[in-house]
């Protein structure tokens, strides 16, 4: 069975073990908007051009009754549009840990783990038989470890189904990337994002 496969299967469990276990509570998604840039972890914070992605995730709290701190795991999905590279799809989940401060402000720090699919923009071509054809676009497999901090708010502090707005700063590397010249090539995300829960009893 491929790395991927059994990847795959492991982040499905998880995500089916996290729903069942927030069915009476609600389930917990995150949304985000991000740009992405290819630099040095923490050199920069805003870039340009924009190079746009978007982050679905859910979690799975593993702290039964938090009060100022919490240990949480996500898993979740994102696709960023790289307009000089590529575009990719990747499936993550990662282990955070969470400090909530009175006024409702928080602040995170998440560790993970991800499995890339990248996709050129650009047709390439070979040279065949006399002649040149465009190749297939598959596809190319990376492993996506990942670093984040983040500072929320939560609009209703006292709530633990309640609404968050969130800044999220993440580093990760793709490797992979070019076997012999770059083995691992660095970005940085910017997030902007929501958290809200879904069938949460009122």
Excluded: C
Excluded at 128 to 155: C, D, I, Q, V
């Amino acid at each position: 069975m491929h790395t991927k496969t059994i990847y795959s299967s492991l982040l499905i469990g998880l995500l089916f073990s996290s729903l069942v276990y927030a069915q009476e509570k609600g389930i917990p998604i995150t949304v985000s908007a991000f740009n992405q840039a290819t630099s040095m972890p923490f050199s920069e914070l805003l870039t340009s051009p924009i190079h746009p992605g978007i982050a679905v995730a859910t979690e799975l709290n593993y702290s039964k009754q938090p009060k100022h701190s919490r240990l949480f795991q996500t898993i979740g999905a994102s696709y960023y549009y790289h307009r000089y590279l590529n575009q990719a799809v990747t499936v993550f989940s990662e282990m955070g840990y969470e400090y909530r401060f009175k006024p409702g402000i928080e602040l995170s720090a998440l560790l993970g783990v991800g499995y890339m699919r990248s996709f050129r923009n650009a047709t390439e071509y070979a040279f065949e038989n006399g002649s040149y054809s465009a190749t297939k676009n598959t596809g190319t497999g990376r492993f996506a470890p990942s670093f984040s901090l983040e500072t929320g708010y939560y609009l209703h502090p006292k709530s633990i189904t309640s609404l968050k707005l969130f800044v999220r700063y993440q580093v990760w590397v793709e490797y992979p990337f070019s076997l012999g010249f770059i083995d691992l090539m660095p970005h940085n995300n910017l997030h902007l994002g929501v958290k809200f829960f879904i069938g949460a009893n009122k």
